[in-house]
C-alpha cells in the first residue's frame, strides 16, 4: 500500500540553525500538507500546498517557514532559524483530490537545543 | 471558545464495553469530520469520517454527526486493550481538501 515517507526520523539542532524536513506524498496525490505537534499537545495545522504555490499558511507559519515541491516528488518545509518553541513532531499529509483522505506519514521529531 | 472541543479525558472502560468519545466544533459551515487514532509518538491513523448527519458504522466503529448540535461522536463497541489510545476529532470547513482542524484528544484505556 502507498504511504508518505518522511526523513529524518529524528532532527537535533542547535538554536539559530536552519533544518530542512523532507516528505515523499503519496505519487499521484495533488494537495500537501505540513501539520505540527508539540509534546502533549494538539496536531496544529501549518501549511497546504497545492499546483506548485502555498493555498493557505496558518499564523505559525511565519517568515521563518518555507515550503518547496522542488523535484515532483519531495516536498521540503525548511525552517530558515530555528527557536527552541520549534521543538515538535513535523507530520506531513496529502490527499489525493479525488479523496478527502488525508494520509500522515510517520513524522520528524525536531528538538531544538 | 475552541475550534473542535473534544471531552476531557482520560477515559477508562473495561474489555468488552462500549466507549463513547465526543466532539463539539465551532463552525457551522463545518463541512467534513474525522476521527484518528494516534498511538504514542505516532501519527495520526483515520478511523472514520462522516460527511452528512446520521450514523456511520464500520466494523465496531460508529461515528455519529449532528449538524444542528454542531456535534460529531464515535463509537468503539466490544473494546479491545489494542483501542487504547488517543482519539482525535478534526473538521475540515472545506470539502476540497482544505485543512483540518484538530481537537485536543481523549485519551482511551481499555482495561483488560
Known amino acids: 500500500e502507498p504511504e508518505v515517507t518522511q526523513t529524518p526520523s529524528h532532527q537535533v539542532t542547535q538554536m539559530g540553525q536552519e533544518v530542512i524536513l523532507r516528505c515523499v506524498p503519496i505519487?499521484?496525490?495533488?494537495?500537501f500538507y505540513w501539520y505540527r505537534q508539540i509534546l502533549g499537545q494538539k496536531v496544529e495545522f501549518l501549511v497546504s500546498?497545492?499546483?506548485?504555490?502555498?493555498?493557505?499558511k496558518s499564523e505559525i507559519f511565519d517568515d521563518q517557514f518555507s515550503v518547496e515541491r522542488p523535484d515532483g516528488s519531495n516536498f521540503t518545509l525548511k525552517i530558515r532559524s530555528t527557536k527552541l518553541e520549534d521543538s515538535a513532531m513535523y507530520f506531513c499529509?496529502?490527499?489525493?483530490?479525488?479523496?478527502?483522505?488525508?494520509?500522515f506519514g510517520p513524522g520528524t521529531r525536531l528538538l531544538v537545543l | 471558545q475552541k475550534e473542535v472541543e473534544q471531552n476531557s479525558g482520560p477515559l477508562s472502560v473495561p474489555e468488552g464495553a462500549i466507549a463513547s468519545l465526543n466532539c463539539t466544533y465551532s463552525?457551522?459551515?463545518?463541512?467534513?469530520f474525522f476521527w484518528y487514532r494516534q498511538y504514542s509518538g505516532k501519527s495520526p491513523e483515520l478511523i472514520m469520517s462522516?460527511?452528512?448527519?446520521g450514523d456511520k458504522e464500520d466494523g465496531r466503529f460508529t461515528a455519529q454527526l449532528n449538524k444542528a448540535s454542531q456535534y460529531v461522536s464515535l463509537l468503539i463497541r466490544d473494546s479491545q486493550p489494542s483501542d487504547s489510545a488517543t482519539y482525535l476529532c478534526?473538521?475540515?470547513?472545506?470539502?476540497?481538501?482544505?485543512?483540518?482542524?484538530f481537537g485536543d484528544g481523549t485519551t482511551l484505556t481499555v482495561k483488560p
Open positions: 499529509a496529502s490527499i489525493s483530490g479525488v479523496s478527502e483522505t488525508q494520509y
Open positions: 505519487s499521484n496525490h495533488l494537495y
Open positions: 500546498f497545492y499546483n506548485n504555490e502555498i493555498s493557505e
Open positions: 463552525d457551522r459551515v463545518s463541512q467534513s
Open positions: 462522516i460527511y452528512s448527519n
Open positions: 478534526a473538521v475540515n470547513l472545506d470539502t476540497n481538501a482544505g485543512k483540518s482542524t
